[in-house]
């Protein structure tokens, strides 16, 4: 499991991220960045899904299949919200067809998630990564379709906004339940199923 650490002077304002377990493949996240040895392929990952309480509801949202990546790749934590300088937790919000992230009292909170995007995609160029796993339906990182703004668990297609800009980097950018859906096809046919926890979001 990870958890901030805000006590360190790595990441983003102050916040870096921290292993509190071993890695999916046995390795300690002994640089307290990235899951997985320096030697594996970057990969970005929504932090909530490497078992960060970083959600908008201060809770975590670990997926066993996200996880089992750390065996073939170097899984870095991302939190397009906490690096662009909202709280955790933080008022639930949305996105908007015009383009502006809004939380559910109204407030426009567009330009932290712009910021959130943009280190996000400075990121990936540092760790040199040319995927991202991001969190369903997020209005930072849904990457096939987001809650539309209404505040009616209504849903529209298109990327949240680290997840379009990532992909405007020329990543390439999937969810969990796409890495879900890829592991369980890749099972044997005697295996027993893989199966994620309840979504906490």
Avoid: W
Avoid at 45 to 67: D, E, K, M
Avoid at 69 to 93: D, F, I, K, Q
Wanted: hydrophobic share 40%; with cysteine.
């Amino acid at each position: 499991m990870l958890a901030l650490d805000q006590r360190g002077s790595g990441g983003f304002k102050g916040t870096r991220y921290r292993s509190e377990a071993m890695t999916a493949d046995g390795s300690d996240d002994s640089d307290g960045f990235a899951v997985g040895a320096l030697g594996k392929p970057a990969m970005l990952v929504s932090a909530c899904l490497l078992g960060v309480p970083c959600n908008h509801l201060g809770r975590a949202n670990a997926s066993p299949s996200v996880l089992a990546l750390g065996a073939r790749h170097r899984l870095v934590p991302v939190c397009p919200e906490v690096m662009g300088g909202l709280p955790t937790p933080r008022p639930a919000a949305e996105l908007r067809r015009d383009g502006r992230v809004v939380t559910v009292e109204g407030h426009d909170v567009t330009e932290f998630y712009v910021r959130g995007a943009a280190a996000a995609v400075a990121l990936a160029a540092a760790v040199g990564a040319d995927r991202a796993i991001l969190k369903a339906r997020s209005p930072s990182c849904g990457s096939h379709e987001v809650y539309d703004g209404t505040f009616r668990s209504a849903r529209r297609a298109g990327p949240g906004v680290t997840a379009a800009a990532l992909m405007a980097a020329g990543l390439e950018v999937a969810d969990e339940e796409d890495e879900l859906a890829r592991s369980r096809s890749s099972e044997s046919p005697g295996a027993p199923p893989t199966m994620e926890p309840p979504s906490g979001a």
